[in-house]
């Protein structure tokens, strides 16, 4: 069976720079509803279209494409008293943008200096351009139940 529209489909994956250093690697494959459901990035799901289980592939993605630039207006200095007590470098903490108190940021925390973090809330992989390589695992059909159960778990 293809990967088409409203197809469940199981991929393995990794992330690597253009260099070809590898970035990331899943321990668990992702599985996503393939129709342009915003599930996954849009040039890997056009390049998936049609293939089959055991298909490779590879797909460059720009920066603008994957997590976006890198946008410093997305670092602050908070306070240590502001943040969860065992604060410590490389950890994530839960922020909201100044503009909207609705719209959670996750921060990494990239320094502690003296009773002071700095806190980035780009996307780690941000302003870099990705090479995304996988396999496809498994390809199902999905029943109207499965869709509607997958798309309301989005929001």
């Given at each position: 069976?293809?990967?088409?529209?409203?197809?469940?489909?199981?991929?393995?994956?990794?992330?690597?720079?253009?260099?070809?250093?590898?970035?990331?690697?899943?321990?668990?494959?992702?599985?996503?509803?393939?129709?342009?459901?915003?599930?996954?990035?849009?040039?890997?799901?056009?390049?998936?279209?049609?293939?089959?289980?055991?298909?490779?592939?590879?797909?460059?993605?720009?920066?603008?494409?994957?997590?976006?630039?890198?946008?410093?207006?997305?670092?602050?200095?908070?306070?240590?008293?502001?943040?969860?007590?065992e604060v410590t470098i490389g950890m994530e903490v839960d922020?909201?943008?100044?503009?909207?108190?609705?719209?959670?940021?996750?921060?990494?925390?990239?320094?502690?200096?003296?009773?002071?973090?700095?806190?980035?809330?780009?996307?780690?992989?941000?302003?870099?351009?990705?090479?995304?390589?996988?396999?496809?695992?498994?390809?199902?059909?999905?029943?109207?139940?499965?869709?509607?159960?997958?798309?309301?778990?989005?929001?």
């Amino acid at each position: 069976m293809p990967v088409t529209k409203n197809s469940i489909v199981t991929v393995d994956y990794q992330i690597f720079d253009t260099e070809g250093n590898l970035l990331h690697e899943e321990d668990e494959p992702i599985v996503y509803l393939h129709g342009d459901y915003g599930q996954i990035f849009k040039a890997i799901e056009e390049a998936l279209e049609g293939k089959e289980v055991d298909d490779t592939f590879s797909v460059k993605l720009s920066s603008d494409e994957a997590f976006g630039e890198y946008d410093p207006e997305l670092v602050v200095t908070e306070a240590l008293s502001e943040l969860p007590a065992e604060v410590t470098i490389g950890m994530e903490v839960d922020g909201y943008l100044d503009e909207d108190g609705e719209d959670v940021i996750i921060y990494t925390v990239t320094d502690i200096e003296g009773d002071r973090a700095t806190l980035d809330g780009n996307h780690p992989l941000a302003g870099i351009d990705l090479v995304f390589e996988g396999k496809i695992l498994d390809i199902e059909a999905a029943t109207p139940e499965e869709i509607e159960e997958i798309l309301n778990s989005d929001d």
